[in-house]
């Protein structure tokens, strides 16, 4: 009956969800949303819609400049592929994060108009900052307060998710035959780069090499643990390539905080090759860059920008040279759920009076309210849903929030003889994912990771099962 009641509620509407109370589920119980067919007949649909919010709204959690300009519009990119079982989504959008109930509620949505549950839709943020942040949890925290930014505008979000399901019903009118598929890989020069170089003997963080970074010492140091390849899947109907997925992992910034609108350089090295392929959507997912920049190549001036935008696009074009093509011969969805303990000294009276006191700062009270939302999605028994799409030999790997890039590395090391290529920026309720080594190091990522050292566990763990 237990699971029976988690199976359910990735198949119904969120209130409808909420109102099972629904226990935590342990990884060894997950109930796996799959379909394995050989011989299988696949189609691909994909949308897009304009995401990008109005005058005045918010960025990147409410504590950076809001919008005052557009530079270049935000899009959410995605395809349901049907043929597999029931119908799957998987979506990117240019958004800093979706979180907590705002992610089940665009899964939600997107799941009704494709005509399949919750557990088959990945949504994916590709993280820029000057761009919204959805939680809709903190968001009612902030506006009972009277005097704070809102986090997100709720009427503008309403209406995200009606242009999802217009756009996804649009594209299921017309989905074409997938025949083959196909992966590469090419490496990128002179942008990722681990922010978490400075330690002292013990290994103790020092100093973070953020998205921009001026320091020259820093900025000399190596590059550190990355994970160099900007992976790319396309989906083919005989020679016609109908959607490629990129995949690269780093946070993508150039620099933020001026209140103009931008999908940055790793969507605007997307648009680039876009407008020169129309006849193919082209979707661009950020991998595990929790602890990935620009930082060591990029000193945040505006020159920089179309700089960066072109070592990721010559990156997508090396990688779709590299592809051979294969004709379809399985696909396979699979999920686990987790729910990893929150930090033991986030403590809900405490943050719920941080987020009154207008002593604070705005950062001061708006994240102890993502903080205190974590909390109450955790009284609610509310998992976390990981996910992959496994396609002959390719894993599509769906992670959730700002996770490390040894989470990405291990999932290629565990699976080798498959090409695994990774989105994460899903869920981003837990907001940064260290890895359990990582914690006693501190540094910022630390400080902001809502969730005990107990998370690597339990997300490796899902990582194997999928």
Same mark, same amino acid.
């Given at each position: ?10 198949? +119904? ?57 557009? $530079? ?21 959008? $240019?958004?800093?994060? !979706? ?12 799941? =009704? ?33 009277? $005097? ?9 979000? *309403?209406?995200?998710? =009606? ?15 997938? +025949? ?19 330690? $002292? ?20 140091? %190596? #590059? ?7 992976? %790319?899947?396309? /989906? ?13 992992? %780093? ?45 060591? &190549? ?6 920089? *920008? ?30 686990? #759920? ?22 604070? %700062? ?21 998992? @976390? ?20 890039? #040894? ?24 907001? &940064? ?5 990582? /914690?006693?190091?501190?540094? /910022? ?9 107990? !998370? ?6 899902? @990582? *194997?099962?999928?």
């Amino acid at each position: 009956m237990a699971k029976l009641r988690r199976r359910r509620f990735l198949q +119904t509407s969120t209130a409808s969800a909420l109102a099972l109370g629904m226990g935590r589920l342990a990884l060894s119980e997950t109930l796996p949303a799959s379909s394995n067919a050989k011989g299988l007949s696949l189609r691909i649909a994909p949308f897009r819609f304009d995401v990008t919010p109005p005058m005045g709204h918010s960025c990147c959690g409410g504590w950076i400049k809001p919008i005052e300009a557009v $530079d270049d519009p935000l899009e959410a990119i995605g395809y349901v592929l049907l043929g597999a079982g029931d119908p799957v989504v998987v979506c990117a959008v $240019d958004w800093t994060g !979706i979180l907590n109930q705002a992610h089940v509620e665009w899964r939600t949505a997107m799941a =009704e108009a494709a005509g399949t549950t919750p557990d088959r839709v990945a949504v994916h943020c590709v993280h820029q900052h000057n761009a919204p942040m959805a939680c809709l949890d903190a968001e009612a925290l902030v506006a009972a307060e009277g $005097d704070l930014p809102h986090i997100v505008d709720v009427p503008f979000f *309403r209406e995200c998710l =009606e242009k999802a399901r217009a756009a996804i019903k649009e594209s299921l009118a017309k989905p074409e035959p997938v +025949t083959h598929v196909g992966h590469g890989q090419g490496k990128v020069v002179e942008v990722a780069s681990n922010r978490r170089i400075y330690v $002292d003997e013990t290994g103790k963080i020092l100093g973070m090499r953020g998205s921009a970074c001026t320091d020259p010492k820093l900025r000399a140091m %190596t #590059e550190g643990l990355i994970d160099p390849y900007l992976k %790319t899947v396309a /989906y083919y109907n005989g020679e016609k390539k109908l959607v490629s997925c990129h995949y690269y992992a %780093t946070h993508p910034m150039s620099y933020y905080g001026d209140g103009r609108a931008t999908s940055d350089f790793t969507g605007l090295a997307r648009k680039q090759r876009q407008q020169e392929e129309p006849e193919t959507t082209h979707i661009y997912f950020t991998g595990c860059a929790g602890n990935i920049s620009a930082g060591k &190549y990029n000193d945040g001036t505006k020159e920089m *920008r179309p700089i960066l935008t072109k070592r990721i696009y010559d990156g997508i074009v090396a990688s779709e040279q590299s592809i051979q093509r294969q004709p379809v011969e399985n696909a396979e969805w699979r999920t686990a #759920e987790i729910l990893p303990p929150a930090r033991v000294s986030l403590n809900a009276e405490q943050l719920a009076a941080a987020v009154s006191n207008k002593q604070n %700062t705005v950062v001061g009270r708006n994240r102890p309210a993502y903080e205190l939302a974590w909390l109450k999605r955790h009284e609610k028994n509310i998992p @976390i849903v990981l996910s992959s799409l496994r396609i002959n030999d390719i894993t599509l790997l769906h992670l959730p929030a700002e996770s490390f890039i #040894e989470y990405q590395l291990r999932a290629q090391e565990l699976s080798k003889d498959r090409f695994v290529a990774t989105a994460a920026y899903g869920d981003g309720g837990p907001w &940064y994912i260290p890895t359990k080594e990582a /914690y006693p190091n501190g540094g /910022y990522e630390v400080s902001v990771a809502f969730c005990e050292p107990a !998370i690597d566990d339990e997300l490796t763990a899902g @990582i *194997r099962t999928l």
